[in-house]
């Protein structure tokens, strides 16, 4: 077996970055813009963290639609040019306003806008009136000023043309998280590359976090999409792997239906070689490279454990399939649907289980429940799933590898002696290694010792309850506390250590 001591500077690295899943809330009135003054903008090629959150709740994350029969959806026709890295998009953003607050303005995420020259805007109108729509675009978001406030129950569809010039996944780096969206020589990734809804709530507005330094800052509401999706001027034949299965696949002609989910993701390489296996009714592929046979092998195997496992012990999962995509980057990746495995896990694979293929697979696959169905405000409280799904790791040893239980504890545990509170939000840590440790880490802790007290069958009962109540939506802590009888008072007084003072 391999040295638990041996660390060479990459490989911590490797570690430090993989971990990474994935300022205090100020108040506003509903719809409120934000001035210039509020925001400090961060150029693409120079991020910094930033000092304040705007949009934010001052409670806990607001729900997502309470009528999930009327969710937004998303009709998006794509077409990649693998010449020039360009992706050109026509996209209809269907929208029904369900609160009483009426709606001046509507707010869109742009993620590709954080790149130079990465996003352009060619149209953006009204489809019912074709009146074109005012607008104004900052940093990761897009306003659009209406011109009569929408009422409750009210719909506006919205047609959107734009343009995406992909930009290049740069080399690993010490300073800076790595990148996914973008192409390599052998990659392309679309990843938060649409116009899509933030969640809104009638008291405080629209819930926009900037961009963090480290960690994840998005929060996903249920969505609908229909996507249609072409390649065009490439060399080769591609693969692709999306966040649900094609409904209709031609030559570089792909069109997917992926209802109530919170992303919708796409990896395409001209090198993919696919395994495919379907597990009670769920299609499980694996997207790897030439020369990784054996490994996706690996991979895929732990996948179909780790979902079998998993459903047996939080709940059903209501997804058709999961595409598992071995990533041309370093770091690992949850999308609803898709997740990315860096490469480097297949390159220190040394045939056990022992090491990061086993580790962040099953990691990945925890995701699936605990950020794809039961989302949360990843900005505000992630350890509500990075805790969960570290923890879920120790779950897999537990129920197929039980000799390696304690393994697991000192390897990816103990051997960092994290300390650290876990439950700050993602901009009030000091740094990557102090949020890796209290979140990812002292929250394995905190669920184990939670878990001890508790006894397995209350603990694995309030596990299932509470991803049965928190389905579809956006949970905050008062949640998961709430489905094994507790208050977060009751909580914190217990569990001092692990928490901060009470807000």
Same mark, same amino acid.
């Given at each position: 077996?391999?040295?638990?001591?041996?660390?060479?500077?990459?490989?911590?690295?490797?570690?430090?970055?993989? %971990?990474?899943?994935?300022?205090?809330?100020?108040?506003?009135?509903?719809?409120?813009?934000?001035? %210039?003054?509020?925001?400090?903008?961060?150029?693409?090629?120079?991020?910094?963290?930033?000092?304040?959150?705007?949009?934010?709740?001052?409670?806990?994350?607001?729900?997502?639609?309470?009528?999930?029969?009327?969710?937004?959806?998303?009709?998006?026709?794509? &077409?990649?040019?693998?010449?020039?890295?360009?992706?050109?998009?026509?996209?209809?953003?269907?929208?029904?306003?369900?609160?009483?607050?009426?709606?001046?303005?509507?707010?869109?995420?742009? /993620?590709?806008?954080?790149?130079?020259?990465?996003?352009?805007?060619?149209?953006?109108?009204?489809?019912?009136?074709?009146?074109?729509?005012?607008?104004?675009?900052?940093?990761?978001?897009?306003?659009?000023?209406?011109?009569?406030?929408?009422?409750?129950?009210?719909?506006?569809?919205? &047609?959107?043309?734009?343009?995406?010039?992909?930009?290049?996944?740069?080399?690993?780096?010490?300073?800076?998280?790595?990148?996914?969206?973008?192409?390599?020589?052998?990659?392309?990734?679309?990843?938060?590359?649409?116009?899509?809804?933030?969640?809104?709530?009638?008291?405080?507005?629209?819930?926009?976090?900037?961009?963090?330094?480290?960690?994840?800052?998005?929060?996903?509401?249920?969505?609908?999409? /229909?996507?249609?999706?072409?390649?065009?001027?490439?060399?080769?034949?591609?693969?692709?792997?999306?966040?649900?299965?094609?409904?209709?696949?031609?030559?570089?002609?792909?069109?997917?239906?992926?209802?109530?989910? $919170?992303?919708?993701?796409?990896?395409?390489?001209?090198?993919?070689?696919?395994?495919?296996?379907?597990?009670?009714?769920?299609?499980?592929?694996?997207?790897?490279?030439?020369?990784?046979?054996?490994?996706?092998?690996?991979?895929?195997?732990?996948?179909?454990?780790?979902?079998?496992?998993?459903?047996?012990?939080?709940?059903?999962?209501?997804?058709?399939?999961?595409?598992?995509?071995?990533?041309?980057?370093?770091?690992?990746?949850?999308?609803?649907?898709?997740?990315?495995?860096?490469?480097?896990?297949?390159? %220190?694979?040394?045939?056990?289980?022992?090491?990061? %293929?086993?580790?962040?697979?099953?990691?990945?696959?925890?995701?699936?429940?605990?950020?794809?169905?039961?989302?949360?405000?990843?900005?505000?409280?992630?350890?509500?799933?990075?805790?969960?799904?570290?923890?879920?790791?120790?779950?897999?040893?537990?129920?197929?590898?039980?000799?390696?239980?304690?393994?697991?504890?000192?390897?990816?545990?103990?051997?960092?002696?994290?300390?650290?509170?876990?439950?700050?939000?993602?901009?009030?840590?000091?740094?990557?290694?102090?949020?890796?440790?209290?979140?990812?880490?002292?929250?394995?802790?905190?669920? /184990?010792?939670?878990?001890?007290?508790?006894?397995?069958?209350?603990?694995?009962?309030?596990?299932?309850?509470?991803?049965?109540?928190?389905?579809? $939506?956006?949970?905050?802590?008062?949640?998961?506390?709430?489905?094994?009888?507790?208050?977060? /008072?009751?909580?914190?007084?217990?569990?001092?250590?692990?928490?901060?003072?009470?807000?």
């Amino acid at each position: 077996m391999r040295s638990v001591n041996f660390r060479i500077r990459w490989l911590g690295y490797l570690f430090a970055v993989v %971990l990474s899943s994935c300022a205090s809330p100020t108040n506003h009135p509903v719809d409120e813009t934000p001035t %210039l003054q509020e925001i400090t903008p961060i150029p693409a090629e120079e991020e910094t963290i930033p000092t304040k959150i705007f949009f934010t709740p001052t409670s806990d994350t607001p729900q997502p639609t309470p009528a999930p029969f009327i969710l937004p959806t998303y009709t998006i026709h794509a &077409v990649y040019d693998a010449t020039q890295m360009k992706v050109s998009v026509n996209q209809l953003i269907q929208f029904t306003h369900l609160f009483h607050q009426p709606l001046n303005k509507i707010f869109l995420i742009v /993620e590709p806008n954080r790149f130079l020259n990465g996003f352009v805007l060619n149209r953006l109108e009204d489809q019912i009136t074709g009146r074109k729509l005012e607008w104004e675009l900052q940093q990761n978001w897009l306003q659009i000023q209406l011109d009569e406030p929408m009422s409750f129950q009210q719909s506006i569809s919205i &047609v959107a043309e734009y343009t995406l010039q992909l930009p290049e996944i740069p080399p690993p780096s010490e300073t800076r998280k790595p990148q996914i969206y973008g192409y390599t020589q052998r990659q392309t990734n679309l990843v938060d590359w649409y116009l899509w809804l933030p969640p809104f709530d009638e008291e405080t507005g629209w819930v926009i976090h900037p961009p963090s330094f480290f960690g994840e800052y998005t929060v996903y509401p249920l969505a609908d999409f /229909e996507v249609y999706f072409d390649v065009v001027n490439s060399p080769r034949q591609v693969v692709v792997a999306a966040s649900s299965s094609p409904v209709v696949e031609g030559q570089n002609h792909w069109e997917y239906r992926f209802t109530g989910a $919170r992303n919708f993701a796409i990896s395409i390489s001209a090198d993919f070689e696919v395994n495919k296996i379907e597990v009670d009714g769920v299609k499980i592929s694996h997207y790897f490279f030439p020369l990784y046979r054996h490994q996706g092998e690996v991979v895929l195997n732990h996948t179909i454990q780790a979902f079998q496992l998993y459903s047996e012990l939080f709940g059903e999962l209501p997804r058709q399939s999961i595409s598992v995509v071995q990533a041309d980057f370093l770091d690992g990746m949850e999308f609803d649907g898709l997740f990315f495995l860096s490469k480097g896990f297949y390159d %220190l694979y040394d045939g056990t289980d022992q090491g990061y %293929l086993t580790l962040i697979t099953v990691h990945e696959t925890a995701h699936q429940w605990w950020y794809a169905v039961v989302a949360n405000d990843q900005a505000q409280h992630p350890w509500l799933d990075e805790a969960l799904c570290t923890y879920s790791e120790r779950l897999y040893y537990e129920r197929y590898l039980p000799e390696l239980v304690d393994w697991w504890w000192f390897y990816r545990v103990n051997f960092y002696q994290p300390e650290g509170v876990i439950d700050l939000p993602v901009y009030e840590y000091t740094g990557y290694l102090a949020y890796r440790d209290a979140v990812y880490l002292r929250g394995a802790e905190f669920l /184990e010792e939670f878990r001890n007290a508790l006894g397995d069958v209350s603990f694995f009962e309030g596990l299932a309850r509470y991803y049965d109540k928190n389905t579809g $939506r956006i949970a905050a802590p008062r949640d998961f506390f709430a489905a094994f009888n507790l208050t977060e /008072e009751e909580i914190r007084g217990n569990f001092n250590s692990f928490f901060g003072s009470i807000p």
